[in-house]
């Protein structure tokens, strides 16, 4: 996960004109792959096998959640967000959204189709993403941890850079091309991802906090400096969660997002539990509504509807799963003082908008 894909409404509202860019190259493009030098393609392999080997060449989906920290230049943080983002590798598609408070305010994605986007902030709110925004979400596909999934197989070419120091960290760097996509690689003498840098002194990203989800090696924390040396973004990975498959709409049209605490027929307010990201949290329950007569209580933390966990889920699915036709729903939660999981039967009823 790499926070060059945190595109903001700012941005969206000035950049250049929009175009339909390709995200994936044509098949015909396949046959192009370079042979690479043994020195390069043996270090792919080795940061291949370091990172996850096949557990990290067999991804098919991720999901992130995370929080990113902007900062000015005195070092201290001007803003925070929360953001969401699933990536379908086979398919090249990624789709980001912004959490602000408890609602979904920005969705970003790419598609072999194009790109397109919601926010509530920009004018018109949807639309195509500018071609500025395209490139940059296309290269996340090729980038960082997900860069390294092929090892040394199908890419346009490699080099070795040789020595490196990098924000003072110091490893061998490694310039690949993929699809188009050129990064320079910071890697240890093992294979282990340290960090990337523009080869101009642009910029450079550092890599911390490893984790193995699933025999892949994520780097929960990044630290991203500008050409001077400083310091700009931290991003601080909350959840990476590797999936065999994903919800057959989740890189459906960017739309306007209901909010959470709109009335939805139940009677209760859920947002995302903050800063941990790690269910929906029961903000407030009206006495006489369907959460109440269930036995909601504040603070409870959704984990499953129907049986689905909800973990996995965005804020629009969980919306979606909680509101529909009268009737009832099972909703699992978890409970202070409770040691497993609570079941409440919640029965589906109009409620007064106010």
């Given at each position: 996960?790499?926070t060059?894909?945190?595109?903001?409404?700012?941005?969206?509202?000035?950049?250049?004109?929009?175009?339909?860019?390709?995200?994936?190259?044509?098949?015909?493009?396949?046959?192009?792959?370079?042979?690479?030098p043994?020195?390069?393609?043996?270090?792919?392999?080795?940061a291949?096998?370091?990172?996850?080997?096949?557990a990290?060449?067999a991804?098919k989906?991720?999901?992130?959640?995370?929080?990113?920290?902007?900062?000015?230049?005195?070092?201290?943080?001007?803003?925070?967000?929360?953001?969401?983002?699933?990536?379908?590798?086979?398919?090249?598609?990624?789709?980001?959204e912004?959490?602000?408070?408890?609602?979904?305010?920005?969705?970003?994605?790419?598609?072999?189709?194009?790109?397109?986007?919601w926010?509530?902030?920009?004018?018109?709110?949807?639309?195509?993403?500018?071609?500025?925004?395209?490139?940059?979400?296309?290269?996340s596909?090729?980038?960082?941890?997900?860069?390294?999934?092929?090892?040394?197989?199908?890419?346009?070419?490699?080099?070795?850079?040789?020595?490196?120091?990098?924000?003072?960290v110091?490893?061998?760097?490694?310039e690949?091309?993929?699809?188009?996509?050129?990064?320079?690689?910071?890697?240890?003498?093992?294979?282990?991802?340290?960090?990337?840098?523009?080869?101009?002194?642009?910029?450079?990203?550092?890599?911390?906090?490893?984790?193995?989800?699933?025999?892949?090696?994520?780097?929960?924390?990044?630290?991203?400096?500008?050409?001077?040396?400083?310091?700009?973004?931290?991003?601080?990975t909350?959840?990476?969660?590797?999936?065999?498959?994903?919800?057959?709409?989740?890189?459906?049209?960017?739309?306007?997002?209901?909010?959470?605490?709109?009335?939805?027929?139940?009677?209760?307010?859920?947002?995302?539990?903050?800063p941990?990201?790690?269910?929906?949290?029961?903000?407030?329950?009206?006495?006489?509504?369907?959460?109440?007569?269930?036995?909601?209580?504040?603070?409870?933390?959704?984990?499953?509807?129907?049986?689905?966990?909800?973990?996995?889920?965005?804020?629009?699915?969980?919306?979606?799963?909680?509101r529909?036709?009268?009737?009832?729903?099972?909703?699992?939660?978890?409970?202070?003082?409770?040691?497993?999981?609570?079941?409440?039967?919640?029965?589906?009823?109009?409620?007064?908008?106010?």
């Amino acid at each position: 996960m790499k926070t060059r894909v945190l595109i903001t409404a700012l941005t969206l509202a000035q950049a250049a004109p929009a175009v339909m860019a390709q995200a994936t190259p044509p098949a015909s493009q396949a046959a192009a792959f370079s042979v690479l030098p043994l020195e390069a393609a043996a270090l792919l392999d080795k940061a291949l096998a370091y990172n996850g080997g096949p557990a990290l060449a067999a991804l098919k989906y991720v999901r992130y959640r995370y929080q990113v920290a902007d900062l000015g230049p005195d070092g201290q943080p001007m803003n925070f967000r929360n953001q969401q983002m699933t990536t379908d590798y086979a398919g090249a598609r990624l789709r980001t959204e912004t959490v602000t408070g408890r609602d979904v305010t920005n969705i970003n994605q790419i598609t072999p189709a194009g790109g397109s986007y919601w926010d509530a902030a920009a004018a018109p709110p949807v639309g195509p993403l500018p071609a500025n925004v395209m490139t940059v979400y296309r290269r996340s596909l090729y980038s960082g941890l997900e860069g390294l999934r092929s090892g040394a197989r199908n890419r346009d070419s490699a080099r070795v850079l040789g020595p490196r120091t990098v924000g003072g960290v110091s490893g061998t760097g490694l310039e690949v091309v993929t699809y188009g996509v050129t990064t320079a690689y910071l890697l240890s003498p093992e294979g282990a991802l340290l960090g990337e840098f523009a080869d101009d002194g642009a910029w450079f990203t550092l890599y911390s906090d490893f984790r193995q989800r699933d025999g892949v090696r994520f780097p929960f924390a990044q630290r991203d400096y500008d050409s001077t040396g400083r310091l700009v973004t931290v991003t601080y990975t909350l959840a990476a969660t590797p999936l065999a498959s994903i919800p057959v709409n989740t890189f459906r049209a960017p739309a306007p997002v209901v909010p959470l605490d709109a009335p939805i027929g139940l009677g209760m307010a859920p947002a995302r539990v903050e800063p941990s990201f790690t269910g929906f949290r029961v903000l407030s329950v009206s006495a006489d509504s369907p959460a109440g007569r269930a036995g909601f209580q504040v603070g409870d933390e959704l984990v499953g509807i129907e049986g689905v966990d909800v973990e996995p889920l965005n804020t629009a699915e969980v919306v979606l799963r909680l509101r529909g036709p009268a009737g009832a729903v099972a909703v699992d939660v978890r409970r202070a003082g409770q040691a497993a999981p609570v079941r409440l039967t919640l029965v589906r009823a109009a409620v007064p908008s106010h």
